[in-house]
């Protein structure tokens, strides 16, 4: 399997894969000026073993709340699509069908239409998201469940050395948890994954898919969504709900995970908030605050525009993206008061003179 890994077609796959739309970017182009020798110095130092993650750029997102991202340089995120090349498809197949996120074919969308279909099947439904999902991540349970499915010791060292170089990343944003029989030396257990690490998202799902197979297993849900750390269980009957949250609780704490308190069971017909949007049984909406945020983005734009700092292209690429997103939800109305009322000019000025004020209508 190891000798897979750095085969040259997988390494300039992932290559590949990891420029797709990031090839204006410096570290992309930097890598791509002399790509035959960085993908051969990479695989070098793989079938050598003495690669060595590079360090992290982290900041801070705000939107939809507060997070540290950390970045890795661009070289280990080619070896992170080559590793997931690898050994993605072999856990892919124990996959259930309604986890939906980091995974072909599926998605946000398909996410909200599952939501919603089973939101006019069953009147009530048990909305949960776990605390602190990726600071979380307990480094010796996830190793375990990877090893399970793997056997060759050098694919196992290499994930060794990933998980190594994220460990502490986000302790700052981990509250310390205690869970049944743990004694002073839990609070130094290695934990926490890079949010940002295409691996990362990827073994957010092999964490979690234990706890998949329970729900559907164990407690007979008949209707489960999942989305990274919210989830969402459909019953006909409240106490159901009920019972199946104490159990959920039970089986998260040998995962070293808790929820936010607050889930309870409600009916259908009052909206499920789920990935930005309000869902009905027939019709959604999209989260004021997720419409706030986006004009007042594109109120930016437009003055970046008049100031010849943006293209029409950006402002084009940037209303589509928003635009395809928004129409999974009943935003006609929305769409129009937002990106209807704006005419672009023609921009027949040099950057940095004067601009001319896109006019409205």
């Known amino acids: 399997m190891y000798s897979q890994l750095y085969a040259w077609s997988n390494l300039l796959l992932a290559y590949r894969l990891a420029a797709k739309g990031k090839r204006g970017k410096q570290a992309a182009a930097q890598f791509e000026h002399r790509l035959e020798d960085n993908?051969?110095?990479?695989?070098?130092?793989?079938?050598?073993?003495?690669?060595?993650?590079?360090?992290?750029?982290?900041?801070?997102?705000?939107?939809?709340?507060?997070?540290?991202?950390?970045?890795?340089?661009?070289?280990?995120?080619?070896?992170?699509?080559?590793?997931?090349?690898?050994?993605e498809p072999i856990f892919e197949r124990s996959f259930i069908a309604n986890s939906f996120a980091n995974r072909v074919d599926k998605g946000t969308h398909r996410a909200l239409t599952t939501c919603q279909n089973y939101a006019r099947r069953y009147p009530y439904v048990l909305q949960c998201d776990l605390a602190q999902f990726f600071p979380s991540i307990d480094h010796a349970i996830l190793r375990q469940v990877l090893a399970k499915k793997m056997r060759d010791p050098h694919v196992l060292g290499l994930i060794d050395k990933i998980l190594a170089s994220g460990a502490g990343i986000l302790t700052q944003d981990y509250d310390m948890t205690w869970f049944a029989g743990d004694d002073l030396m839990a609070a130094f257990r290695p934990r926490g994954l890079p949010i940002g690490n295409l691996t990362s998202q990827f073994w957010a799902n092999?964490?979690?898919?234990?706890?998949?197979?329970?729900?559907?297993?164990?407690?007979?849900?008949?209707a489960y969504v999942r989305y990274v750390d919210d989830f969402l269980l459909f019953s006909h009957d409240k106490a159901v709900l009920i019972a199946w949250h104490d159990a959920i609780l039970q089986y998260l704490s040998r995962l070293r995970l808790s929820l936010h308190a607050g889930a309870h069971p409600q009916p259908v017909s009052e909206g499920i908030p789920f990935l930005g949007f309000r869902v009905f049984p027939q019709r959604r909406r999209l989260k004021r605050r997720k419409g706030v945020y986006f004009a007042r983005k594109w109120r930016g734009l437009l003055r970046q525009y008049a100031h010849g700092r943006r293209s029409s292209t950006d402002l084009t690429a940037v209303a589509n993206g928003w635009g395809n997103h928004a129409r999974f939800a009943n935003t006609v109305g929305l769409r129009k008061a937002v990106l209807g009322q704006v005419v672009l000019p023609k921009k027949n000025f040099r950057l940095g003179g004067k601009a001319p004020q896109p006019p409205q209508r």
């Open 39 to 87: 993908l051969l110095a990479l695989q070098a130092d793989l079938r050598t073993e003495n690669y060595r993650p590079g360090g992290y750029i982290s900041f801070y997102i705000h939107e939809p709340k507060r997070r540290l991202i950390s970045a890795a340089p661009f070289r280990d995120r080619v070896l992170h699509h080559a590793l997931c090349n690898l050994i």
């Open 206 to 222: 092999c964490y979690l898919n234990s706890f998949d197979h329970f729900v559907q297993r164990r407690l007979h849900c008949p």
